[in-house]
């Protein structure tokens, strides 16, 4: 099916160790997305890449990094995880949405990740 | 600055009875849109409806419909004959020209229909 596919959908890490969340998006959208997802404080904006060949932090970039590999893929790394990085994770692909307001985000099923 | 506000942490409805869970938005733009999407508890975010700020009538899906006050600055959803399957978190999501490529979100709304 068409979508955006996140893995994996579960992880634990120990404070300190690296990982990499993968996302593979089919639709051919141009932009992006990494949000983390804390209860009651809805969704928040890691990075994102408004295009192939470019990304941009957002609200909370802190503790990651991101690789927009191709136009398909977009990952996110965590290079020495903490526990305050405990939280779901998602990514989403939307159309470029400069000059245009009507494109909404796919997302992704989720990572939910432990640090411990 | 905050550019949505879902005040209902938590809300409780009747099965079959409607209900309306509030968003307000802060942009200076005149272009925008506004989105919501519903998240269950199996985590997946599935989108509902889009208002354009320019759009003359209200959008619906359905069972679903926006009550878009434009001068208030307000996109509530309305959900009307309330079932089991809409219990979930519902959250209020906007893009801008100057938020351009970004969505921004509120901290949602935790809906519970009691049969």
């Known amino acids: 099916n068409a979508g955006v596919t996140q893995t994996p959908k579960f992880q634990v890490l120990k404070t300190g160790q690296s990982m990499t969340l993968q996302c593979a998006q089919d639709?051919?959208?141009?932009?992006m997305y990494w949000y983390r997802q804390d209860p009651g404080m809805g969704l928040r904006l890691i990075y994102y890449?408004?295009?192939?060949?470019?990304?941009d932090k957002g609200e909370v970039p802190n503790g990651y990094n991101v690789s927009r590999l191709n136009k398909r893929e977009f990952s996110l790394r965590l290079e020495s995880a903490a526990p305050s990085q405990t939280s779901v994770y998602f990514c989403?692909?939307?159309?470029?949405?400069?000059?245009?307001?009507?494109?909404?985000?796919?997302f992704g099923s989720g990572t939910r990740l432990t640090v411990v | 600055a905050q550019k949505i506000t879902q005040t209902q942490p938590g809300m409780f409805v009747q099965e079959k009875e409607a209900v309306t869970l509030d968003c307000t938005y802060d942009?200076?733009?005149?272009?925008?849109?506004l989105f919501w999407y519903k998240q269950p508890s199996s985590g997946e975010m599935i989108f509902l409806i889009y208002?354009?700020?320019?759009?003359?009538q209200n959008a619906t899906e359905g069972r679903y419909s926006l009550n878009f006050q434009k001068a208030r600055k307000s996109a509530n959803l309305v959900i009307s004959a309330s079932q089991l399957g809409d219990s979930a978190m519902y959250f209020c999501?906007?893009?801008?020209?100057?938020?351009?490529?970004?969505?921004?979100f509120g901290t949602g709304t935790s809906l519970t229909v009691i049969p």
């Open positions: 989403a692909s939307s159309e470029r949405g400069a000059g245009v307001t009507n494109y909404g985000y796919t």
């Open positions: 639709m051919n959208h141009n932009s």
């Open positions: 890449s408004a295009s192939e060949g470019t990304t």
């Open positions: 942009t200076s733009d005149p272009s925008y849109g």
């Open positions: 208002q354009g700020s320019y759009d003359q």
């Open positions: 999501a906007m893009r801008d020209i100057y938020t351009g490529n970004q969505f921004y």
